[in-house]
């Protein structure tokens, strides 16, 4: 059985006779008869979770992309920064500052990128703002925090953010914990 992601977490599952079913795998519903008249868990469900299981097909709320940071195809979020699990950052990594050495604290990767985010207290984009020549304009903006300075007992969301392209950040295999 063939097996297509179709987004939101259906798939089109073709049978062996070439019909083909539709597979909604949040909701635990197909919509061959077998599903609809004994409300069962059919093979084409089952067929699905294996796929999903085994890495072939996307989970629901992923899909197939080529990773905007290294550029491997992967599953990425459907809605979100098309950024592949190896180089997700996390609420909490720590990452240094490649200009300036500084250790900073990821507060949110987001789905923008560097060169449409502005900073308004620069008048200008992430991608243009000085410091971040160089680094590819189509990096996907993370916001960062530094939690070594100022009021040590202020958490992070009461830190002021400042807005990073991806690829001015080198992460490190650390996290600060809440
Ligand atoms: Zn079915
Ligand atoms: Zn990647």
Same mark, same amino acid.
Request: glycine share 6%; hydrophobic share 35%; proline share 8%.
């Given at each position: 059985?063939?097996?297509?992601?179709?987004?939101?977490?259906?798939?089109?599952?073709?049978?062996?006779?070439?019909?083909?079913?539709?597979?909604?795998?949040?909701?635990?519903?197909?919509?061959?008869?077998?599903?609809?008249?004994?409300?069962?868990?059919?093979?084409?469900?089952?067929?699905?979770?294996?796929?999903?299981?085994?890495?072939?097909?996307?989970?629901?709320?992923?899909?197939?992309?080529?990773?905007?940071?290294?550029?491997?195809?992967?599953?990425?979020?459907?809605?979100?920064?098309?950024?592949?699990?190896?180089?997700?950052? *996390? %609420?909490? @990594?720590?990452?240094?500052?490649?200009?300036?050495?500084? !250790? #900073?604290?990821? +507060?949110?990767?987001? $789905? *923008? %990128?560097? @060169?449409?985010?502005?900073?308004?207290?620069?008048?200008? !984009? #992430?991608?243009? +703002?000085?410091?971040? $020549?160089?680094?590819?304009?189509?990096?996907?903006?993370?916001?960062?925090?530094?939690?070594?300075?100022?009021?040590?007992?202020? $958490?992070?969301?009461?830190?002021?953010?400042?807005?990073?392209?991806?690829?001015?950040?080198?992460?490190?295999?650390?996290?600060?914990?809440?």
């Amino acid at each position: 059985m063939a097996v297509r992601p179709v987004g939101e977490g259906r798939y089109v599952v073709e049978s062996q006779s070439g019909a083909e079913y539709l597979v909604d795998l949040p909701n635990s519903d197909c919509s061959c008869p077998d599903h609809e008249i004994r409300g069962e868990h059919c093979k084409h469900i089952r067929r699905v979770a294996i796929e999903v299981t085994e890495r072939r097909v996307p989970a629901p709320g992923m899909t197939a992309a080529d990773c905007a940071i290294c550029g491997h195809e992967s599953f990425v979020p459907e809605s979100g920064p098309a950024v592949c699990a190896d180089c997700w950052l *996390e %609420r909490g @990594d720590l990452a240094t500052d490649r200009e300036t050495g500084d !250790t #900073v604290v990821v +507060y949110r990767l987001t $789905d *923008e %990128r560097a @060169d449409e985010r502005y900073i308004d207290a620069a008048d200008t !984009t #992430v991608a243009d +703002y000085p410091k971040n $020549d160089g680094y590819p304009r189509a990096d996907p903006v993370v916001e960062v925090v530094y939690p070594f300075s100022g009021d040590a007992e202020a $958490d992070l969301d009461e830190r002021p953010r400042y807005a990073f392209p991806y690829s001015r950040l080198a992460p490190r295999d650390q996290m600060i914990v809440e």
